[in-house]
């Protein structure tokens, strides 16, 4: 019993020290021109696929990672249940770009689906093979930061 509490004690150790080399995404600069460029380019590129409702493309846009956890069939079914605004929208509207410097980066997208209210997503980006590809995509129901869509 020991030793597993003094792993599961260890592990913990290594995620908060891991925490804590990386800047907190609000500690994030603005980004330089050319950062700012390739991940709206990124963003919009995806956002016209799931406007269009072509989730193959949507989903060629996503991160390694999100692609090793989700098939393209499954990342299509998140989509449908998850993010239905996303889908079929009106307009969209990207915020501030912000990088952490070290290959992330993040913009809120501010969204007008077709019906209701305007909704807001903060989309995590990460840098791969010289390509910004898309990490995450959360629902913001946070204040909107100065300048954020």
Avoid: N
Avoid at 58 to 66: C, H, K, L, R, V
Avoid at 68 to 79: D, H, K
Avoid at 117 to 132: A, D, H, I, N
Wanted: aromatic share 8%.
């Amino acid at each position: 019993m020991k030793a597993w509490r003094a792993w599961l004690l260890g592990c913990l150790f290594a995620l908060a020290a891991t925490a804590a080399e990386r800047p907190a995404e609000s500690q994030w600069r603005l980004s330089d021109r050319a950062v700012r460029e390739a991940v709206r380019a990124t963003v919009s590129a995806q956002l016209a696929a799931l406007q269009r409702e072509d989730l193959a493309a949507a989903y060629a846009w996503a991160a390694e990672g999100i692609r090793r956890q989700f098939t393209e069939p499954v990342f299509a079914a998140m989509i449908r249940r998850g993010y239905p605004a996303l889908l079929r929208h009106e307009a969209a509207e990207l915020g501030v770009v912000r990088d952490s410097g070290d290959g992330r980066a993040s913009v809120v997208a501010t969204v007008r689906p077709e019906r209701g209210p305007s909704v807001r997503y903060r989309y995590l980006l990460q840098r791969e093979k010289g390509r910004w590809r898309v990490a995450g995509v959360f629902l913001d129901e946070r204040p909107p930061e100065r300048g954020d869509a």
